[in-house]
């Protein structure tokens, strides 16, 4: 069974904290790792994705993610957030045959506090 | 321009009514989806389209239709639109299947309201 969880449904943060955002996995075969955002209102947004190698990616707005295989994880973190980084945030799983297969988590919606 | 374009961005439909939404893209992409979003789920892939082959998922199978006239427009098609059916949609696309390069773009989606 292919599954992706996310394991906090919400997140609540104050502006400058560190934050990080959990993602567990079950999958066989090649994967890619990815996480996307999403801002109130619009269509979901690439953030950075994980296929092999060095297991922390940067992404955008400086956000990394760490892979680990023995935890199955994939988590999001950010070292200091701003207002704009409120959203929902979806992890996500796809074979490296087909990257717009996506089993996507069902979503970490961050809040930030001033 | 790396957008993917939906339209519209609201719509509404009656019970029983078909649906067709709309989707573009001029990046010259080879693969364009379809994913689902209902309110606090996760999104759920439709179907896609590599270059002129329709692949759609099993459990959806007989629920939508999809045309894919050029290379640039997709369309998702609703034959008889249910309450069930009512949810955000949200097309996505990509230069190739797969490769470390590529990167998927999604449109702003359309909510469809069945009443």
């Known amino acids: 069974t292919q599954t992706v969880s996310q394991s906090d449904a919400h997140v609540t943060v104050f502006e400058g904290d560190s934050v990080e955002l959990r993602c567990n996995y079950s999958?066989?075969?090649?994967?890619?790792l990815s996480w996307y955002i999403q801002h109130h209102g619009h269509g979901l947004q690439f953030l950075l994705k994980y296929y092999s190698g060095n297991p922390v990616v940067q992404g955008v707005n400086g956000f990394e993610a760490e892979f680990s295989k023995s935890d199955s994880s994939f988590h999001l973190r950010k070292a200091s957030v701003h207002w704009s980084d409120s959203a929902v945030y979806f992890c996500a799983v796809s074979p490296n045959y087909n990257q717009g297969k996506l089993i996507f988590g069902q979503g970490t919606k961050l809040s930030i506090k001033p | 321009d790396t957008t993917v374009k939906q339209n519209p961005r609201y719509k509404l439909a009656r019970v029983g009514k078909p649906v067709n939404l709309i989707c573009s893209q001029t990046?010259?992409?080879?693969?364009m989806y379809w994913y689902q979003k209902k309110p606090n789920q996760a999104p759920k892939l439709l179907l896609f389209?590599?270059?002129?082959?329709?692949?759609r998922e099993a459990d959806t199978f007989e629920k939508f239709q999809s045309s894919r006239p050029n290379n640039s427009f997709c369309s998702l098609y609703i034959g008889s639109a249910g309450l069930e059916y009512s949810a955000m949609y949200l097309c996505?696309?990509?230069?190739?299947?797969?490769?470390?390069?590529?990167?998927?773009?999604f449109g702003a989606g359309t909510r469809l309201s069945v009443l």
């Open positions: 996505a696309s990509s230069r190739k299947l797969g490769g470390s390069q590529n990167t998927l773009y």
């Open positions: 389209y590599y270059d002129k082959i329709l692949n």
């Open positions: 999958y066989g075969g090649s994967i890619y």
């Open positions: 990046m010259n992409h080879d693969t």
